[in-house]
């Protein structure tokens, strides 16, 4: 399957017919697709590593427990990630994930996912943010750098 028109084909029943039916022409059928992705990488990020018996590698580990300095750890965090990604969320094409400023909590984790999104045939860039809670849950939002 060519990865650069899978946005369309993997959209859920409901999201196509909501584009279909949007009296804007469909323009918020990009809002749609995007909080659809950042939906996604919500509930992918918040998997812990082995807990999905037929997907032995979906799932990232415990982002709080590395045992490593602190450079190691965003590195390690960055790179799981950015392979947990491109792995699983084939709607999102030239992933970049950066360490976020740890502004007000120094133990918080924040990471910015950069990407590419094909929407209708126009790829579009897209940002999100996701935040790492002290429980282990990662909220994801769109959002901008």
Do not use: W
């Not at 491109?86 to 999102?92: G, K, S, T, V």
């Not at 400023?101 to 120094?106: A, L």
């Amino acid at each position: 399957m060519n990865r650069s028109h899978v946005s369309a084909q993997c959209r859920s029943l409901f999201e196509r017919l909501e584009c279909q039916a949007s009296p804007d022409g469909g323009r918020g059928c990009a809002c749609s697709v995007v909080a659809s992705v950042a939906a996604h990488l919500g509930k992918m990020l918040s998997t812990r590593a082995g807990s999905v018996q037929t997907l032995p590698d979906y799932g990232l580990p415990d982002l709080n427990d590395m045992r490593l300095s602190l450079h190691e750890s965003l590195s390690q965090a960055r790179f799981l990630i950015e392979r947990f990604i491109q792995a699983y969320e084939p709607r999102l094409n030239t992933v970049r994930v950066t360490a976020l400023p740890r502004d007000r909590d120094p133990l918080a984790l924040a990471f910015a996912i950069e990407g590419t999104l094909d929407i209708d045939g126009v790829a579009q860039s897209v940002v999100f943010c996701a935040r790492l809670d002290g429980s282990g849950q990662v909220e994801v939002e769109p959002g901008v750098l």
